[in-house]
């Protein structure tokens, strides 16, 4: 009750600076509401390779991705924060631009009456969808009205969608109650990384430099989904112990890619030199994809841009039967995932053991989720977006 009132609050000042705001001209801006930032980032430098003589405008929230400096071509303020001055310049920026762009849900825009003119781009997060979000999550049952409409209306406020597949834009359809119209085939920006060359050989070429170790080294990542629970739990799923016995002698490397948040006894990369590396801290995971042989996860969105890599994954769902309960996915798990499901670690070392892999499943899960994001969706966006821009 406490934070639905200030939620409520919050959004009745927005609404009336928003007004104010309002009243000054618009102008050939494009603002980015950022709490990921990969694919809004792409946007912004295809932007400039286009030379869109627009200004642009960046409102990170603390956990963005989006590593910017105000350099005077790109604005960049704190979004989010309890800085009044980023505050009010945030709602100016919002209230006379003619493009906004956004990678998450935002209250805001069930407070921001913009003009009739004005582009309204989400620019999702995820490539695909395993488990359920939006109007489809479970817990929206246990939410207030009051929420539930304000949901509906910052769903609203998408203008447009841009999606990588047919499946995610009937995915977006329910999640969001969006009309086709508002779906976009452009592909996913993020996803260009995979099939710029020369940018992955640069990547790859830091990350040996910085880990040279990592070389002629299989390499395994973990990377799962975050639970609620991983919070107080100081314990990790996954049996770094039992790995390490079975794996170390065999030539590989465990990595780790978890919530910052997560602390657990097992992360000590002491107690298992030359193994473990816990690389929660690395910014980009789409990086650390380029070294990886075998990906682990569980109902994370990542293996939707590894499968462009066609290398294979296990999906380690120890708590699947919660997990569905708790959260719903979208297709039966268990035969639509492409690769291995297992719910021990002692699985886990059985199938990297057995080393047998239907690469044709992940070719054909890319495929599915990745129709459209072909190494030009940065590209497709922008021209659809600034198709008026004379």
């Not at 603002?31 to 792409?42: P, T």
């Not at 005077?72 to 003619?98: D, P, Q, R």
């Not at 499968?307 to 997990?323: N, Q, R, W």
């Not at 719903?328 to 291995?340: I, K, V």
Request: contains cysteine.
């Amino acid at each position: 009750m406490a934070r639905e009132a200030a939620i409520s609050l919050y959004l009745l000042v927005f609404r009336i600076l928003f007004l104010i705001f309002r009243c000054f001209p618009l102008q050939k801006k494009a603002v980015f509401v950022s709490s990921f930032g990969d694919n809004c980032l792409y946007v912004l430098h295809e932007m400039k390779a286009q030379k869109i003589p627009y200004k642009t405008v960046f409102l990170n929230t603390k956990n963005s991705r989006a590593d910017l400096k105000d350099d005077g071509n790109t604005i960049v303020f704190n979004y989010g924060s309890k800085n009044i001055a980023h505050f009010f310049a945030s709602i100016y920026h919002l209230a006379t631009s003619s493009i906004i762009i956004v990678d998450n849900y935002f209250a805001f825009l069930s407070a921001a009456s913009f003009r009739p003119q004005v582009k309204r781009v989400q620019v999702w997060h995820a490539a695909g969808a395993i488990k359920q979000f939006g109007l489809k999550d479970p817990s929206i049952k246990d939410r207030s009205r009051r929420a539930r409409d304000r949901f509906k209306q910052v769903y609203k406020e998408f203008q447009y969608i841009p999606v990588g597949s047919e499946i995610m834009a009937d995915i977006f359809k329910e999640s969001f109650g969006s009309p086709d119209s508002s779906l976009i085939r452009t592909g996913v920006p993020r996803t260009d990384f995979f099939y710029n060359e020369i940018e992955k050989t640069a990547v790859i070429q830091n990350l040996y430099r910085e880990y040279p170790e990592f070389q002629g080294k299989r390499v395994i990542l973990y990377a799962p989904t975050y639970r609620d629970s991983d919070l107080t739990s100081r314990k990790l799923a996954l049996d770094v112990r039992q790995m390490h016995e079975a794996l170390a002698d065999q030539g590989c490397v465990l990595l780790l890619k978890l919530h910052p948040a997560v602390i657990a006894a097992e992360l000590d990369e002491q107690s298992y030199p030359g193994f473990l590396y816990n690389l929660s801290g690395h910014r980009d995971i789409n990086e650390l994809l380029l070294i990886t042989d075998l990906l682990i996860s569980d109902y994370s969105s990542i293996p939707f841009e590894y499968s462009i890599l066609g290398k294979p994954m296990i999906f380690y769902s120890y708590d699947l039967e919660d997990y569905t309960k708790e959260r719903g996915f979208w297709e039966d798990y268990q035969t639509s995932m492409p690769g291995p499901i297992v719910s021990s670690t002692a699985e886990i070392i059985e199938v990297i053991n057995q080393n047998s892999w239907d690469l044709a499943k992940i070719i054909e899960y890319k495929e599915k989720w990745n129709t459209y994001s072909r190494g030009n969706s940065s590209r497709n966006l922008v021209e659809f977006l600034f198709k008026d821009r004379d």
